[in-house]
């Protein structure tokens, strides 16, 4: 684990330890705790070159409690306005001697290409990369279904919304898969349905009903206009929450205890109503703490390979 792009490429005894580790902090009396300090030296770059809030602070959050140093790199005041390229920006951090670069980028395939231009034992990690990858979300999400869940081969995942253009929802079906998970259903209008080449194991829904229906877990997702070639809205935000929007009744037709994650941005009214985003099935504030614990722990696995 010297880099992190694609959750695929981690097996389950990763992630299982990824998850105990993450709950280890979790369970701290001051959580995000502070005394294991196994990245002091160290250097951590947020390179963040789409929008970010969570992904972004959780990062930074994750690496001060670990004792690293932390760069944010505001890409619209860097010298990457003047037409400096991420590669050369990138090797001109590690010549700084920065060790970790958590990076968001919109194109796909950047990743791979940044990791093979590296000169040192620097590390990169995935922030969410073009509409592919989000690993690091997927793990969270993953560890927030383990601390509601008995097992992933026995729960239902519903996810809800803008699934072709959600690098989210690509992350959490690599997680679930090599998780064991067995039953998937994605509910999307033709529009927003993926290519089921990557989802192989889950069914798609046009119908919200229908595909809640015995849900354990729903994950209702943003419509994300800003990758959306020539965006024509064939539905208005109200239509949409019409036939696409999370609400207290429609709820019921899951299992009795489910759970509502979102990864945020929340909008409000369109994906999903206040009363479900602040309701008691609602884990989406707890997600963002467990982000935190698991980019932590993502950090400190990785760290502690180093030192072997
Ligand atoms: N879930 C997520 O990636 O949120 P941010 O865009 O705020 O980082």
């Not at 809030?53 to 690496?63: E, G, K, L």
């Not at 003047?82 to 001697?97: C, F, H, P, R, V």
């Not at 207290?248 to 009795?256: A, G, S, T, V, Y």
């Amino acid at each position: 684990m010297k880099h992190l792009l694609y959750l695929k490429e981690l097996n389950q005894s990763t992630i299982s330890k990824l998850l105990a580790k993450a709950e280890t902090f979790l369970s701290s009396k001051n959580f995000p705790p502070q005394e294991d300090k196994n990245l002091q030296g160290i250097t951590l770059a947020n390179l963040f070159l789409e929008p970010s809030t969570r992904t972004r602070s959780s990062f930074q959050i994750a690496a001060k409690r670990l004792g690293a140093d932390v760069l944010n790199i505001d890409d619209q005041h860097s010298s990457r306005v003047k037409g400096e390229s991420i590669i050369d920006t990138i090797q001109t951090l590690e010549a700084m001697g920065v060790n970790y670069f958590v990076i968001r980028h919109k194109e796909r395939g950047i990743l791979s290409k940044i990791v093979a231009s590296l000169d040192s034992d620097s590390h990169v990690i995935n922030g969410g990369e073009s509409v592919d990858s989000h690993p690091t979300q997927g793990l969270l999400d993953l560890l927030t279904i383990k601390k509601h869940k008995k097992g992933f081969d026995q729960i239902k995942v519903s996810i809800v919304g803008d699934i072709k253009h959600s690098r989210v929802a690509r992350s959490l079906a690599e997680g679930l898969t090599i998780m064991a998970g067995k039953k998937l259903a994605l509910i999307a209008p033709e529009e927003f349905k993926p290519n089921m080449e990557f989802y192989p194991k889950a069914e798609h829904y046009k119908n919200l009903d229908q595909g809640l229906v015995n849900a354990d877990v729903v994950v209702a997702l943003r419509v994300q206009k800003e990758r959306i070639e020539n965006l024509t809205e064939t539905m208005s935000p109200d239509d949409y929450f019409e036939k696409y929007g999370l609400t207290k009744k429609r709820l019921q037709l899951c299992n009795e205890d489910v759970i509502v994650m979102h990864p945020g941005p929340v909008n409000r009214g369109v994906e999903i109503s206040d009363e479900v985003a602040d309701g008691a099935n609602s884990v989406i504030r707890e997600q963002v703490t467990n982000g935190i614990a698991i980019r932590m722990a993502l950090l400190s696995m990785m760290q502690a390979e180093v030192m072997k």
